[in-house]
């Protein structure tokens, strides 16, 4: 019903900064708000950010103050601007969006996710 593909990915040093696209698809009205989370190896998935359809944030204590978290509805897209990049930010980042029945053609149940895309943070 929504599908959502990250770009912007790779392989930084620490220090550096990355900026992460989601572009999301189909049927985008049956999406509120959106969010980034990680996950690296033998970890449990975690919270990144999140933003409402309005433009609220939340972030995670880790990441608050060097992450920015937006949105641009025309384009049904939303971004993660990741700067002072630390080792301990290597994981696999995805894109989510909150699914909800704000009309009757919005089936199904859970969240929406992305493929995921590969952050690597060396030193």
């Known amino acids: 019903q929504v599908q959502l593909v990250e770009s912007g990915g790779g392989l930084v040093q620490a220090g550096d900064s990355l900026r992460l696209s989601c572009a999301a698809s189909?049927?985008?009205?049956?999406?509120?708000?959106m969010g980034w989370y990680r996950q690296a190896p033998g970890k449990e998935r975690e919270l990144v950010a999140t933003?409402?359809?309005?433009?609220?944030?939340n972030y995670a204590d880790s990441v608050k103050g060097r992450f920015t978290i937006s949105r641009d509805n025309a384009k049904n897209t939303q971004y993660l601007q990741m700067n002072s990049l630390k080792p301990e930010d290597t994981a696999v980042y995805y894109c989510n969006a909150e699914r909800l029945k704000l009309h009757y053609y919005c089936t199904g149940s859970g969240d929406y996710w992305g493929q995921g895309t590969q952050v690597t943070v060396s030193s």
């Open positions: 189909g049927n985008t009205d049956c999406m509120s708000a």
């Open positions: 933003i409402t359809s309005g433009g609220r944030t």
